[in-house]
């Protein structure tokens, strides 16, 4: 079986390398704009692929060459760009291969969309990997077959350095038995980190909460929100922060209140440090984490109930740890990179079985 993955992301690309290098059934080529592979071995090609657009007729006829010469059974494409890019380069081939896309949001692909023509309604598309069940019910919802969506959560890079709590409130100056309250997101509208901070105004009486957001703030009424007299000294905005997940291990809490979301990275990558979640409802969150199991969801939008639970959870330090350790359980359990690669390949097999 020979596979041509485009533009996945790097901790897949090498455990797809590892599978490839240890079975005789599968001969790997990647293509992406840098290597991630480090080493690459006899089983694992790889190609550089530079593109900018869905239609970009340069990488069209370079895609096309290299799917001539490497014959693949299976394009796997990992970014709309490079799925139009790859419908279109197999366009009159008498030897064309399975196109695999990925798909990872909740919108719901209409023919009203040009661009949607070309990738996820495109009948060329035999397989769609879905990041969640909420994102596998928006190509539901497009009238893609269901025997063509498969359900195959993400896997993201370990911690190695990650920081501890005190270092966290050295570093920012919080006193330190402060109680940490944290997000890693782009704020955006979509991510509601509004409803984080009306959430947090609910609960000024607790004298040492404090919170920490690492992302790009893109969102105006939080950053007005963000001038309340109640919340502006408690709070640390970090902007854009490479390696932002080394900050999640100091955290109590890891709080999602997106409005829409497939799965989000920085919540698996809190999982999988062991830090207690709160998430919204939104999208293919509450999929993986097990409300009163692994953290606690509440309603999207309920600020008072996120609140709530913010309040409840500073009260029973023990129930953090027990959510903590049960949300790093289902991490390792669901998101792995070695529990992934396997769902993909066994996805490639009923593919080429069919």
Same mark, same amino acid.
């Given at each position: 079986m020979r596979v041509l993955v485009i533009n996945a992301p790097g901790i897949l690309s090498r455990e797809l390398q590892s599978r490839a290098k240890a079975s005789d059934d599968l001969q790997l080529m990647i293509a992406c704009r840098t290597n991630?592979?480090?080493?690459?071995? @006899?089983?694992?090609?790889?190609?550089?692929?530079?593109?900018?657009?869905?239609?970009?007729? @340069?990488?069209?006829?370079?895609? &096309?060459? +290299?799917?001539?010469?490497?014959?693949?059974?299976?394009?796997?494409?990992?970014?709309?760009?490079?799925?139009?890019q790859t419908v279109l380069a197999t366009i009159g081939l008498r030897r064309r291969p399975k196109i695999?896309?990925?798909?990872?949001?909740? &919108?719901?692909?209409?023919? &009203?969309?040009?661009?949607?023509?070309?990738?996820?309604?495109?009948?060329?598309? *035999?397989?769609?990997?879905?990041?969640?069940?909420?994102?596998?019910? *928006?190509?539901?919802?497009?009238?893609?077959?269901?025997?063509?969506?498969?359900?195959?959560?993400?896997?993201?890079?370990?911690?190695?350095h990650s920081q501890s709590k005190e270092q966290l409130l050295a570093k920012y100056d919080f006193p330190t038995d402060s109680f940490v309250v944290g997000t890693v997101a782009s704020v955006r509208p979509v991510k509601g980190i509004d409803i984080l901070l009306r959430a947090l105004l609910e609960c000024v009486h607790i004298p040492n909460w404090v919170s920490i957001i690492a992302?790009?703030?893109?969102?105006?009424?939080? *950053?007005? +929100?963000?001038?309340?007299?109640?919340?502006?000294?408690?709070?640390?905005?970090?902007?854009?922060?490479?390696?932002?997940? *080394?900050?999640i291990k100091g955290m109590d809490l890891f709080?999602?209140?997106? &409005?829409?979301?497939? +799965?989000?990275?920085?919540?698996?990558?809190?999982? @999988?440090?062991g830090v207690c979640p709160i998430v919204s409802d939104a999208g293919g969150m509450k999929e993986i984490v097990r409300d009163g199991?692994?953290?606690?969801?509440?309603?999207?939008?309920?600020?008072?109930?996120?609140?709530?639970?913010?309040?409840?959870?500073?009260?029973?330090?023990?129930?953090?740890?027990?959510? @903590?350790?049960?949300?790093?359980?289902?991490?390792?359990?669901?998101?792995?990179?070695?529990v992934v690669g396997e769902r993909v390949v066994k996805m490639y097999e009923r593919l080429m079985a069919k």
């Open positions: 991630p592979l480090g080493q690459v071995t @006899g089983s694992t090609e790889f190609s550089f692929l530079v593109s900018r657009r869905k239609v970009d007729l @340069g990488a069209i006829a370079r895609l &096309r060459k +290299l799917i001539r010469n490497f014959q693949p059974d299976i394009v796997h494409c990992f970014l709309p760009r490079s799925l139009s695999v896309s990925f798909y990872g949001i909740t &919108r719901v692909p209409t023919w &009203r969309d040009p661009s949607d023509w070309i990738t996820y309604l495109n009948p060329k598309v *035999a397989m769609h990997s879905c990041e969640s069940n909420a994102v596998k019910h *928006a190509l539901l919802q497009a009238g893609i077959q269901e025997s063509k969506c498969e359900v195959i959560y993400n896997c993201v890079e370990k911690v190695w992302g790009p703030l893109q969102d105006p009424v939080v *950053a007005k +929100l963000a001038e309340h007299p109640q919340l502006k000294d408690r709070i640390r905005w970090l902007g854009y922060t490479p390696n932002a997940a *080394a900050l709080v999602m209140p997106s &409005r829409k979301e497939g +799965l989000c990275r920085a919540l698996i990558e809190a999982m @999988g440090q199991v692994d953290g606690v969801v509440f309603p999207s939008e309920d600020y008072k109930n996120l609140a709530s639970i913010i309040q409840r959870l500073h009260a029973a330090p023990e129930l953090i740890s027990q959510y @903590g350790n049960s949300a790093l359980e289902r991490a390792e359990a669901m998101c792995s990179p070695q």
